[in-house]
């Protein structure tokens, strides 16, 4: 065997070790919401003390909404092999496209969430539209 063939050969078993490693550590693995008990696991992960009384998913499980007892919104969406969440503001606005529910969070860092929910859409626009009213305080 040449130099170079057996270079070529120490490398390509140098990266499939790497590979199994990383899948073994789970590394990079596919993040996604399984369900709103999921969800609201997440959620008190990115906002301790945060505790949902409701919660829709995203079709795709890449995005979900939680409300708390006090009318709080968060928003988690994924962000890598792990999820972002925010507590909407009275800057957040939400509409219905189509069958999907588009969220502009009023963060530009943060962005614009899609969801398709199977149902409730309508019910979420309107919590988010009562972020800031004085029942909320």
């Known amino acids: 065997m040449s130099g170079a063939l057996l270079q070529f050969a120490g490398s390509l078993i140098a990266i499939l070790v790497l ?8 590394l990079g693995n596919d993040a996604s919401i399984q369900d709103a008990g999921h969800a609201r696991d997440i959620a008190n992960e990115v906002e301790h003390g945060f505790s ?6 995203s079709r ?7 409300r708390d007892a006090r009318g709080r919104v ?9 999820f972002a969440g925010r507590i909407l503001t009275p800057g957040a606005k939400a509409r219905i496209d189509g069958e999907k529910l588009v ?23 309107q919590a988010v539209s009562a972020i800031g009213t004085s029942h909320d305080a």
């Not at 590979?19 to 789970?26: N, S």
Request: charged share 25%.
């Open 19 to 26: 590979a199994w490693i990383a899948a073994r550590l789970r």
């Open 74 to 82: 968060l928003v988690l969406k994924k962000h890598g092999a792990h």
């Open 103 to 125: 969220l502009d969070t009023g963060e530009k860092r943060y962005g614009t969430v899609t969801l398709d929910l199977d149902e409730g859409a309508s019910a979420w626009v």
């Open 60 to 66: 795709s499980g890449e995005a979900a909404l939680l």
């Open 52 to 57: 949902p009384v409701d919660a829709a998913v």
